[in-house]
């Protein structure tokens, strides 16, 4: 996958380990993880709550907090290896070239500052401009994602804003700088559809036309269809199957994943239940021994009892981790 | 904001009124202030006319009627001790009071706030801990055993400061005031600062409560990870949020500062308005105890008032026109 197109990844991940030490022991939050991402692409990462996602996202911008703390394994944005950089380095990048965009719009936004306030600070923190520069890139930012009389809201307070306008809002803030990189951490989970559906959009433009990469959170597997290029899946930490979005979700080949896209509603399953992964993701803090996922896996024996080690199932550039993957995807023709 | 604020006026009139009455009627209840205004040796004759100038002889009602008619025209009554009017009595001694209060907030918040935000920052740090520590102390102590006890230490022991009195003072404006001059504020210092303990164990706790709180909000992340430094998000993004608390309850306690003075003006011999309605009481001089409360009463009315309109400022989801007055 790397050099696929000769040029260096704008995120090479590499073996990442964040662990949490908290008092009842370490919870592996992020193990092993490693992903890249080539400019102008978005990487889908996927996986239920609690399965390291939101975790990897804040290892990428260096927001891990105590107790947690990156173990080991490379983070390298263009070339560095960020892992072990300084604070004072992490804070030149963030909201300059990498940015990230959080979960939940009415939590992200400072409630007692006005939107200009929280935009220009954005700016002038990487950038030596004037006030009122500064709050005219503010003003063009807001119009970009589509924001009304952006000159009007930049006075206004978060209060003042619907959910999707925060979203905006924020979005907005992240695109300010013109980072190469966007962590977007379920950007549109809090959204009603027609809005998720203006945002994906934007986002998919904004990386064709400006060769920002990006890492789009997520637990729904249809925006991940509409928008990824390529697809990981998480589980308990790790991930369990990466490839391509044509591939993974086409045939999926990790059991977990196959029950993933199980369990998404379509018209051609009208009228039958639902398929179900039995069983919730174990707690970090005790992660059974060997694969993480068998006792919820229906394929799960013996073998399982010892972690599968990463396997390219297809000898292109999938990955995979599973004893017992549904290796006759591979040989169906696509429906 | 002006409705509120003539719906504010007319509550508070109406807390006078009833506050009045209640104080009117338990003074009239403790005791007969004629035993202490007039001597023993007076003969029947004198005391007679003494208690007719007084209006002493009169019942309680028109007693009480006459108060509220002289009251709505400014009038509180004249001290029955200094033959003064009540409230320009209570109004000379204001200054040094108001000066006294004012300092001891000052002080609670200059200190408190950093100190309170340091120990929410890093709260296992031994700092911290010593910060929370003393902060209990300054609950839990009594204001006039800590005076004498710094009295003890820094004025006889040291003999760093004065113990008591008000020292030089000059004019601004008309009012007294003592922190122009060294010996004003050596003078100043020890009471204020007596005061302000309690106050300051106060805004220790909440801003350290506040800082804790705020700190793990989503806000703040997203503040860091737009490459915010660290100084602004602490001195702007924390800062504004805990000050909606502190600037409330500290607002609420500057009446209790103000009130609850007489403690430290008795101990450290502040000529201020606490000392003149203990003294007051002593001699059951009404008028002054009626019209001191009253004063009080219209001070806390304010505070609030003052409290709610920079409230709205500091939070901008808060407007005054929805708040129920």
Redesign the interface.
């Known amino acids: 996958m790397a050099g696929s197109n000769g040029s260096v990844p704008t995120l090479d991940v590499e073996n990442l380990q964040t662990y949490f030490f908290t008092k009842a022991g370490v919870v592996k939050a992020v193990d092993e993880v490693s992903f890249s991402v080539q400019p102008g692409k978005v990487l889908g990462l996927v996986g239920e709550s609690g399965s390291g996602k939101t975790v990897t996202g804040f290892s990428i911008?260096g927001?891990v907090d105590e107790p947690g703390r990156i173990a080991g394994g490379h983070i390298k944005f263009r070339g560095e290896d960020l892992v072990g950089a300084s604070e004072d380095r992490w804070?030149?990048?963030?909201?300059?070239q990498i940015?990230?965009i959080?979960q939940?719009p009415m939590?992200?936004?400072?409630?007692?500052?006005?939107i200009d306030?929280?935009m220009i600070?954005?700016i002038q923190?990487?950038e030596n401009v004037s006030r009122d520069e500064a709050r005219q890139r503010s003003r063009d930012a807001l119009g970009q994602v589509g924001i009304p009389s952006p000159d009007e809201r930049l006075k206004a307070?978060p209060?003042q804003f619907s959910g999707g306008m925060r979203q905006r809002v924020?979005i907005a803030?992240a695109l300010l700088n013109k980072p190469d990189l966007i962590v977007a951490d379920e950007p549109t989970t809090a959204l009603d559809v027609t809005i998720q559906a203006q945002i994906l959009y934007e986002a998919q433009k904004l990386c064709k036309e400006t060769g920002t990469a990006m890492i789009w959170i997520t637990h729904d597997l249809t925006v991940v269809a509409g928008l990824a290029d390529e697809v990981a899946v998480m589980y308990a930490g790790r991930l369990v199957e990466h490839g391509s979005v044509d591939d993974v979700l086409d045939k999926p080949l990790h059991p977990y994943t196959h029950g993933l896209i199980g369990s998404v509603p379509s018209r051609n399953k009208r009228g039958k239940p639902l398929e179900q992964i039995p069983g919730m993701t174990p707690s970090l803090l005790n992660l059974p021994p060997g694969c993480a996922f068998k006792t919820r896996c229906p394929r799960a024996d013996a073998a399982c009892e010892t972690a599968p080690d990463v396997t390219k199932p297809d000898g292109g550039h999938r990955l995979l981790r599973c004893h017992h993957p549904h290796l006759d995807e591979l040989a169906e023709v696509p429906a | 904001m002006t409705v509120f604020i003539i719906r504010r006026l007319m509550q508070a009139a109406v807390v006078v009124f009833f506050m009045s009455f209640l104080v009117f009627s338990g003074v009239f209840v403790i005791g007969d202030p004629v035993d202490i205004l007039i001597s023993d040796e007076a003969d029947e004759e004198d005391r007679e006319r003494a208690i007719a100038a007084l209006g002493l002889d009169k019942p309680f009602h028109i007693q009480y009627l006459r108060f509220l008619g002289k009251a709505l025209q400014g009038d509180l009554g004249e001290s029955f001790i200094f033959e003064e009017p009540a409230l320009l009595l209570i109004l000379e001694r204001m200054p040094a009071t108001m000066e006294l209060a004012l300092f001891a907030l000052l002080l609670a918040v200059v200190l408190g706030i950093p100190l309170g935000m340091w120990a929410g920052l890093k709260p296992d740090s031994v700092a911290a801990k010593s910060i929370m520590t003393g902060s209990i102390l300054g609950f839990s102590l009594p204001t006039f055993w800590v005076g004498i006890m710094m009295m003890m230490l820094f004025a006889v022991m040291l003999g760093w400061l004065p113990s008591t009195g008000r020292g030089e003072t000059s004019e601004i404006f008309g009012l007294e005031v003592s922190f122009t001059s060294w010996d004003g504020i050596r003078h100043l210092l020890m009471p204020a600062i007596n005061l302000s303990l309690f106050k300051l164990a106060l805004v220790i706790r909440l801003s350290r409560a506040g800082t804790k709180e705020v700190i793990h909000q989503d806000y703040i992340k997203f503040a860091r990870a737009k490459g915010v430094s660290r100084n602004r998000i602490i001195l702007v993004h924390v800062l504004k949020n805990i000050m909606i608390p502190v600037v409330t309850v500290i607002g609420l306690e500057f009446g209790g500062l103000v009130a609850f003075s007489i403690v430290t003006e008795t101990v450290f011999a502040w000529p201020g308005m606490g000392k003149l309605l203990i003294d007051s009481i002593g001699l059951l001089d009404r008028p002054v105890i009626v019209a001191y409360l009253t004063i009080i009463v219209f001070l806390f009315v304010i505070i609030n008032l003052v409290v709610d309109i920079l409230y709205s400022i500091l939070d901008p989801r808060v407007r005054l026109q929805e708040m129920k007055a």
């Open positions: 911008m927001l804070q030149q990048l963030r909201g300059n940015a990230m959080f939940d939590m992200t936004l400072n409630p007692v500052l006005r306030t929280q600070e954005a923190a990487h307070y209060h924020s803030i």
